[in-house]
């Protein structure tokens, strides 16, 4: 019996199913097969593209890219060598498949029509959903309960296709306030659920804070009272469902945040990434090197990062090691309760400053260039630019991948809707 090929593609064509299958490869469900298939990806961007389009976003890869790769040639550093040159090569190769996911993403966007994009998006949104239940099932046997959520760490088996619930979380918030606008009611809700139940909540306070202020901005009266309702509820039952976490978030906000002895290392990892920068002129203009001072090519390549890098290849930079490595490391880890985004110095301003120094606040800025010109035309673009920028203060997104494939998909794809509405107006 023969199957239709259209079945097989969920009624996409090729090169559209091909973009579902990047989404789900991009997600990051297991790092080796993240980064063989966006290295496969990328190359068949290379061979068979035939338009670039030479916006802000590329030139902040591009010139990133560049500026690691010219590391390679620091001849006269005192540590350099083989492990110098390895953290050099993974902080490159980690740009140049941010370069070329976003490549894919922008020309998905503006050369596929808009309603088959919003059609692969949803595809992704229900396989994710369909994961994700799977997961709460499988929770559900192993606790031997109907309600595992009781538990204040389960919310970090909801992965679905991706690294972890952190990034679930963010990308549902996505799909939240896409939902929204589109007037789109269940599937809002369903990533509301999803959003709360990975109890994120860094991400959770970060999303409530800045929603909060939009709703305010942005809504008519009446749709202000329905959001202000619905978080209310949302949060009351957030409480019932979890309250060893509300217990932590006061503990975090009244005590470590305040705290003269005990600080959160987030906050210390800021200062440490202003006292490097402003050290020198030159750390001040070029920052302390790709992979040199806060990233998460330094933590892999620092050791204690992850188990599989190899332990004759560690490298630490001493702008790493007397700074952020000192904040997060096994020995530091093994103390409980010392391991919560309030006490990771994983944040992408910490890296961009830090690492790049001037130039790297200068391209980022050059980034936010499209963004920015459309941003009074945009609708969900603009609170999902907004939160993101706050999101940046809790990790490393950029070599994720995850986090801003989702979020230049969904940024342009809103970007093209504006430009189409201006040009056909």
């Known amino acids: 019996m023969k199957i239709k090929s259209h079945k097989l593609t969920l009624g996409l064509n090729i090169k559209e199913f091909s973009l579902l299958v990047f989404?789900?490869?991009?997600?990051?469900?297991?790092t080796f097969i993240q980064l063989?298939?966006?290295?496969?990806?990328?190359?068949?961007?290379?061979?068979?593209s035939r338009k670039i389009r030479f916006v802000g976003r590329w030139v902040f890869y591009m010139l990133l890219l560049i500026v690691s790769i010219i590391q390679l040639f620091f001849l006269w550093k005192a540590d350099y060598g083989l492990n110098f040159i390895l953290n050099t090569l993974l902080i490159s190769f980690m740009w140049f498949l941010a370069l070329q996911c976003s490549?894919?993403?922008?020309?998905?966007?503006?050369?596929?029509?808009?309603?088959?994009?919003?059609?692969?998006?949803?595809?992704?949104?229900?396989?994710?959903l369909i994961l994700i239940i799977l997961q709460i099932i499988l929770?559900?046997?192993?606790?031997?309960?109907?309600?595992?959520?009781?538990?204040?760490?389960?919310?970090?088996?909801?992965?679905?296709?991706?690294?972890?619930?952190?990034?679930?979380?963010?990308?549902?918030?996505f799909y939240f306030i896409f939902y929204l606008y589109k007037k789109d009611w269940l599937n809002m809700i369903l990533a509301a659920i999803?959003?709360?139940?990975?109890?994120?909540?860094?991400?959770?306070?970060?999303?409530v804070g800045v929603f909060s202020v939009f709703v305010f901005l942005a809504f008519s009266f009446k749709v202000k009272l329905k959001i202000i309702g619905g978080l209310i509820i949302g949060l009351f039952l957030f409480a019932k469902l979890s309250p060893e976490n509300i217990v932590y978030v006061q503990h975090i906000l009244t005590k470590k945040v305040n705290s003269s002895t005990d600080p959160a290392r987030k906050i210390v990892s800021f200062n440490q990434t202003f006292g490097n920068w402003v050290d020198s002129p030159v750390q001040f203009v070029f920052g302390s090197g790709g992979g040199k001072f806060s990233s998460r090519s330094a933590f892999i390549t620092g050791g204690d990062y992850v188990s599989w890098y190899p332990e004759s290849m560690v490298y630490r930079s001493s702008d790493f090691e007397n700074n952020h490595f000192a904040l997060w490391n096994k020995q530091i880890l093994l103390t409980p309760?010392?391991?919560?985004?309030?006490?990771?110095?994983?944040?992408?301003?910490n890296k961009i400053i830090g690492e790049y120094g001037l130039i790297g606040l200068i391209l980022f800025?050059?980034?936010?260039?499209?963004?920015?010109?459309?941003?009074?035309?945009?609708?969900?673009?603009k609170l999902i630019l907004v939160l993101m920028l706050g999101y940046f203060l809790l990790d490393y997104w950029f070599e994720?991948?995850?986090?801003?494939?989702?979020?230049?998909?969904?940024?342009?794809?809103?970007?093209?809707?504006?430009?189409?509405?201006?040009?056909?107006?």
């Open 194 to 207: 999803l959003m709360v139940l990975t109890f994120y909540m860094s991400g959770l306070l970060m999303f």
């Open 337 to 349: 309760y010392k391991d919560g985004t309030s006490n990771q110095p994983f944040s992408f301003y």
């Open 400 to 425: 994720y991948f995850s986090v801003i494939v989702f979020l230049e998909l969904f940024l342009y794809l809103d970007i093209k809707n504006q430009i189409t509405v201006n040009n056909d107006g």
């Open 139 to 173: 929770m559900c046997v192993e606790m031997k309960t109907l309600f595992p959520f009781s538990n204040m760490s389960a919310g970090d088996n909801l992965k679905g296709f991706f690294r972890n619930s952190s990034v679930t979380m963010i990308i549902m918030s």
């Open 365 to 381: 800025l050059i980034y936010l260039y499209s963004p920015l010109k459309y941003y009074r035309r945009l609708s969900y673009g």
């Open 36 to 48: 063989i298939s966006l290295f496969i990806f990328s190359l068949a961007f290379i061979f068979f």
């Open 103 to 128: 490549n894919i993403v922008v020309g998905s966007v503006f050369s596929f029509d808009n309603l088959k994009l919003e059609r692969i998006l949803k595809i992704f949104f229900k396989l994710n």
């Open 23 to 30: 989404l789900i490869c991009a997600s990051g469900f297991s």
